[in-house]
């Protein structure tokens, strides 16, 4: 027996070093196949098409991807050239690879579009239904108060000030505005509760509302955590719609598998992806834990602890969680996140109830939307205030 038990160990040891170096293969061979025909440390010509293009008060992000590579490229431009998503354009530059395993051009000497409307039509039309979202925000708010509004409907915070930015961060608040899977979750309740005034078939419901999540991950950038984010809100949402109770980890465990097979770099570079997958098995691990203690200290017994009690608990996970990371990545954490998240989360789905109200009466009337947005006005400056104590 003691020896079959050794066995069986031996084996397990072995198999996971085996995959951990296949994992290295995998991903040394993936990065090096991205990168093929690309030079780097000298000048040279790329043509490529434009993936996303993000754009701000007096320059434009572009990310680009070079023909006959799978590689993506930044570069930020200062020309009042019309580059949009889908454009083939060259340009003349150095390439360097900069942190978290992107590559960037270094001061490109010129744009030139050789080729307009390449993109995928699809996403061109989910990218201009995003600029007429974000033009409608803008022109119903002030620049202050729209930034935030945008940064916690579309993720988009182009327009946040690097001081904005810092105190978003030191307060523990800055998930509200990077599109996380509570925000994903917010929206899917919406979402099915719309589809299910006019979709009756349970079936039928719940595609049509994954297939309108997919097409908000994919107008928002779908950046790692975002996807992640919307797969475990699809997720989710088919276990709450099969009335079946299933263990979370298994849906957590493939999730992660999935997005580290499909592109292996993210497990390495992309911060987003780490901090989100650490929140998300803190709240499944730990929030249980500290719920059981908070009981016993309190002495509820079975009484649950909902409302600011159950904000402050899934907050404390969450941040217990990602403390190692958000050190080792920032050298910064915030003592005040759970304070913070008390007295903003819960106004979270009404933020983004109004943010969303004002952008589509603004496709219908001016005066509508700006009525709108005077209760969303004062939320907003609520939100503002409260970043700005805690992030200060």
């Not at 030079?39 to 098409?49: H, K, L, N, Q």
């Not at 719609?241 to 263990?247: E, K, L, P, Y």
């Amino acid at each position: 027996l003691i020896l079959r038990k050794k066995r069986v160990r031996d084996a397990r040891i072995f198999g996971l070093a085996a995959a951990l170096l296949c994992g290295m293969f995998y991903c040394a061979f993936r990065s090096a196949w991205a990168e093929r025909g690309l030079v780097f440390g000298r000048e040279a010509s790329i043509v490529g098409s434009v993936l996303r293009e993000v754009e701000f008060s007096q320059s434009k992000k572009l990310t680009v991807r070079p023909s006959g590579s799978g590689a993506e490229i930044e570069l930020l431009t200062f020309s009042l050239a019309d580059i949009e998503y889908g454009d083939l354009i060259q340009t003349v530059g150095k390439l360097q690879k900069l942190d978290g395993g992107r590559i960037g051009i270094l001061a490109p000497v010129e744009i030139k579009v050789l080729e307009h409307g390449k993109g995928n039509g699809l996403k061109k039309i989910l990218y201009a239904t995003k600029d007429a979202l974000s033009a409608k925000i803008k022109r119903s708010l002030p620049p202050d108060k729209s930034a935030l509004a945008l940064g916690i409907l579309l993720g988009d915070r182009s327009d946040f000030t690097a001081e904005f930015n810092q105190r978003l961060s030191r307060s523990g608040l800055a998930h509200i505005a990077a599109l996380s899977g509570y925000n994903v979750a917010v929206l899917s309740s919406y979402l099915s509760v719309v589809v299910g005034y006019f979709v009756l078939r349970r079936g039928w419901r719940l595609a049509l509302t994954g297939a309108a999540v997919m097409f908000f991950v994919i107008m928002t950038g779908a950046s790692a955590s975002l996807i992640r984010a919307g797969l475990m809100g699809f997720i989710g949402l088919v276990l709450k719609n099969s009335s079946r109770v299933t263990d979370v980890k298994f849906p957590i465990t493939w999730t992660a598998a999935g997005m580290v097979v499909v592109d292996p770099r993210v497990l390495l570079f992309d911060r987003g992806f780490e901090l989100s997958f650490a929140a998300l098995l803190g709240l499944v691990y730990l929030e249980p834990v500290l719920r059981r203690a908070f009981r016993r200290v309190m002495r509820l017994g079975e009484e649950r602890a909902d409302g600011w009690k159950g904000v402050a608990l899934q907050t404390l996970a969450a941040e217990m969680a990602v403390a190692p990371l958000a050190l080792l990545f920032f050298h910064q954490f915030s003592p005040w996140a759970v304070l913070s998240n008390i007295a903003v989360l819960p106004l979270i789905p009404l933020t983004m109830f109004l943010s969303f109200a004002v952008a589509i009466s603004g496709l219908f009337s001016a005066t509508i939307a700006l009525i709108v947005s005077w209760p969303l006005y004062l939320l907003i400056g609520y939100e503002e205030l409260v970043i700005n104590f805690f992030g200060g």
